[in-house]
């Protein structure tokens, strides 16, 4: 079945980088967009970047341009999610997103990375 | 950038009541790019509604969406228990930027 299933919890210190993978399968991985998005604890979502799979092309959100990078593997179908400099706000579930097609928002998810950022 | 206020922040509500939950836009989306999702506690989000009114895949037809322009409407007609949950709207029309409401939280009465 179509799934997207991501690396596991991670605990990161003030500072670090984190590096979150999530793995496509069941569809055809280059032909749809895949997005970041992010929740806080008790907080609502936040969308951080897409990648295009097929050709690699980015976009990021404004508040995370200078430290989120997003890349593709396409003989694994996996897309990576860099995110560096980590502060505590940044302490987070972050999930992966298909955007089903133009008008079609996000219909598939992965189950969630859950990022914890200490001091 | 398009910002997205949802109203009421919670909603309370007994099984078999309407909901009706409202997603303003500060600026018009003009090609309808809004969709709705539901989240359960420590669950994913999961699509509802895309296109401002069209119904994702397995989603039951109590769940309608409506509106265009600034001014969305997710409709839960006869409340499941399953449907309590918080519902965020998205729009996607100023791409690539996909902002989210704060979420309106569907609690039981």
């Known amino acids: 079945q179509v799934q997207l299933v991501q690396s596991g919890a991670e605990v990161k210190m003030h500072g670090a980088s984190l590096k979150v993978s999530c793995k496509a399968s069941?569809?055809?991985?280059?032909?749809?967009?895949l997005h970041w998005v992010r929740q806080a604890p008790g907080q609502g979502l936040e969308w951080m970047g897409i990648i295009n799979p097929g050709g690699g092309s980015t976009s990021f959100a404004q508040k995370f341009q200078d430290r989120v990078s997003m890349t593709r593997d396409t003989s694994t179908s996996t897309v990576y999610m860099d995110l560096s400099s980590l502060r505590s706000e940044d302490t987070a579930v972050y999930y992966c997103?298909?955007?089903?097609?133009?008008?079609?928002?996000?219909?598939?998810w992965g189950q969630g990375t859950m990022v914890t950022v200490s001091s | 950038e398009i910002v997205l206020t949802q109203s009421p922040g919670t909603l309370s509500l007994s099984p078999g009541e309407r909901a009706t939950l409202s997603c303003r836009a500060s600026q018009s989306l003009s090609s309808s790019y809004l969709a709705w999702y539901q989240q359960k506690p420590g669950q994913a989000p999961r699509l509802l509604i895309y296109?401002?009114?069209s119904r994702a895949t397995g989603i039951p037809d109590r769940f309608s969406g409506s509106g265009s322009g600034t001014d969305f409407t997710l409709t839960i007609n006869r409340l499941e228990p399953e449907d309590f949950a918080v519902y965020y709207c998205q729009q996607y029309d100023s791409s690539p930027r996909y902002t989210f409401g704060q979420g309106t939280n569907l609690e039981i009465k």
């Open positions: 069941g569809y055809t991985f280059i032909r749809y967009y």
């Open positions: 296109a401002a009114s």
């Open positions: 997103a298909r955007e089903g097609g133009p008008l079609n928002g996000f219909d598939i």
